[in-house]
Every structure is written in structure tokens, then in C-alpha cells.
Nanobody, 126 residues
């Protein structure tokens, strides 16, 4: 059974950092690009970052570029999202998902996405 499980969310003050993890089971993570998406209350789901399979090419939305870093540990079957300089605008439920390679750069949650995790809440507030 294919499963993605996110962890690492929580409450953090503005300017703080969090590292999200996306652990895969039922398949090997290096079979797919992995995307990170988020959805804030009342807003549509948006793409945050994506990392391709073995070459490690990465993509970021303009809103997180320079603050977030995506990485993958294929041996550990886990993808990470390091989030620094967090602001209240980053508050959302964060999801990881498998993405078909050609769609990784689009960061669109409706293209090439097959499996989703259940999400982890990130709240940035003082």
C-alpha cells in the first residue's frame, strides 16, 4: 500500500524555523519526484517546492525561494522541507505528494500528482 506521511509541523514564532519530513512506504521514493504543497484556510492549495528523482533538481515558488530548502534521502525513503524565516503568511497545512517528473517544475497541485500525504499543520504566530 502506497503511503506518504508528513511530520514536523507545529507552532512557531515569526522568524523561526521548522523541518518537515515526508516518509514513504509501499514504494521507493526515488521512483517519483516529490512535491510540497500547502493550503491555508479559505485558499486554494498551492505548490511550494518540488525535487526531482536522482539528480536532485529543485524548484521553489517565489513566495518561499531563499527561505525553504527541499532535500531527499533516498536511502531513508524520506524527503525534507527545511523552512526558515517563517512568517504568518506561511501558516497552512503542508502536504507532500508524488509528482511525475515533467510536472515537477510547474508546482501545480493538479498536474502529475498521484499520491498525497495526510498533511501536517504549520502555524506561525507570536
Amino acid at each position: 500500500q502506497v503511503q506518504l506521511v508528513e511530520s514536523g509541523g507545529g507552532l512557531v514564532q515569526p522568524g523561526g524555523s521548522l523541518r518537515l519530513s515526508c516518509a514513504a512506504s509501499g514504494f521507493t521514493l526515488d521512483s517519483y519526484a516529490i512535491g510540497w504543497f500547502r493550503q491555508a484556510p479559505g485558499k486554494e492549495r498551492e505548490g511550494v517546492s518540488c525535487i526531482k528523482r536522482t539528480v536532485g533538481l529543485t524548484y521553489y515558488s517565489d513566495s518561499v525561494k531563499g527561505r525553504f530548502t527541499v532535500s531527499r534521502d533516498n536511502a531513508g525513503n524520506t524527503v525534507y522541507l527545511q523552512m526558515n524565516s517563517l512568517s504568518p503568511e506561511d501558516t497552512a497545512v503542508y502536504y507532500c505528494a508524488t509528482v511525475l517528473g515533467p510536472y515537477c517544475s510547474t508546482l501545480l497541485p493538479t498536474q502529475g500528482v498521484r499520491y498525497w500525504g495526510q498533511g501536517t499543520q504549520v502555524t506561525v504566530s507570536s
